[in-house]
């Protein structure tokens, strides 16, 4: 007579282990997955694909395209990854360095992470002023129209960038670039050590960015700011703004460990 418990324990066990792979499969690049592609990937039959993506959609720990019914990863896994955040890198070690720049550059500050097609705002500072403004924590940015993206995307595997072309990059303005102006910017972006996008997500507003390097060297998000056109990049980037970004982000890179940068900017 078969053990009954033994076989529901297994069965869970093996549903776990095949939650666990999907999601590490969907946060292997930033392209959207459908329920076919992941099954092929991960040799599962498509049903059982399916069937798991609804309870990890129920929790929030993946999110389906509407446009194109694909999957990627969802905020709630953001939620689950605060006290990480908080406790072991990038958000904690980024507070002071942060605020710093929000007073030098007299702009709001974004320090963010790459999830999926999008940069996830991981700690936000408003600008050192007395206007409305709006928490921007948990706010997803188009990764291939905003500095924080191009910043860890230029830093990025090959791969990585590969995913995210393979498929049309969302237009948002007329001046968000296509995939091939995008790789363009990439070698430039790593001699200076800071990436910039004009009017490129939002007409109106840009932003420049420099990556955050672990102790591996690994671009593992960026700190940036964001405010008016005319005022942070009127033609050129405003002067001592870039030098003040990445003067940022190498102080964040330290104190995870990074021993080596990309170049220094003029001031």
Avoid: C
């Avoid at 590490?24 to 049903?47: D, H, I, M, W, Y």
């Avoid at 069937?51 to 959609?57: E, F, K, P, S």
């Avoid at 948990?138 to 995307?153: C, R």
């Avoid at 009017?199 to 420049?208: F, K, M, P, T, W």
């Amino acid at each position: 007579m078969p053990n009954t418990a033994h076989s529901t324990r297994r069965g869970g066990i093996q549903s776990i282990d095949r939650a666990a792979r999907i999601l590490k499969t969907l946060a292997s690049g930033p392209r959207r997955l459908g329920v076919t592609e992941l099954a092929q990937r991960l040799e599962l039959a498509v049903p059982t694909v399916h069937g798991l993506l609804q309870t990890l959609q129920a929790h929030g720990f993946v999110e389906q395209d509407r446009d194109s019914d694909k999957y990627q990863l969802g905020a709630g896994l953001l939620q689950l990854g605060n006290s990480y955040l908080d406790l072991n890198e990038l958000r904690g070690r980024s507070i002071v360095h942060a605020e710093r720049l929000a007073m030098r550059a007299d702009a709001a500050v974004r320090v963010g992470v790459m999830h999926g097609p999008s940069v996830i705002v991981v700690h936000h500072v408003f600008r050192p002023d007395a206007t409305l403004q709006i928490l921007e924590v948990g706010a997803q940015l188009p990764v291939h129209a905003s500095a924080l993206g191009k910043a860890i995307l230029a830093f990025s595997p090959d791969e990585v960038v590969d995913d995210l072309t393979s498929e049309d990059l969302p237009r948002l303005t007329g001046r968000t670039l296509g995939a091939r102006e995008l790789r363009a910017e990439f070698p430039g972006v790593r001699e200076r050590g800071f990436a910039r996008e004009r009017d490129e997500a939002v007409l109106g507003e840009s932003s420049v960015a420099g990556p955050i390097f672990d102790h591996l060297g690994h671009a593992v998000g960026a700190i940036g700011v964001v405010g008016d056109t005319e005022r942070l990049i009127p033609r050129t980037i405003a002067k001592g703004l870039a030098a003040a970004v990445t003067e940022a982000a190498r102080g964040v890179s330290r104190e995870l460990g990074a021993r080596s940068w990309p170049g220094t900017p003029a001031a």
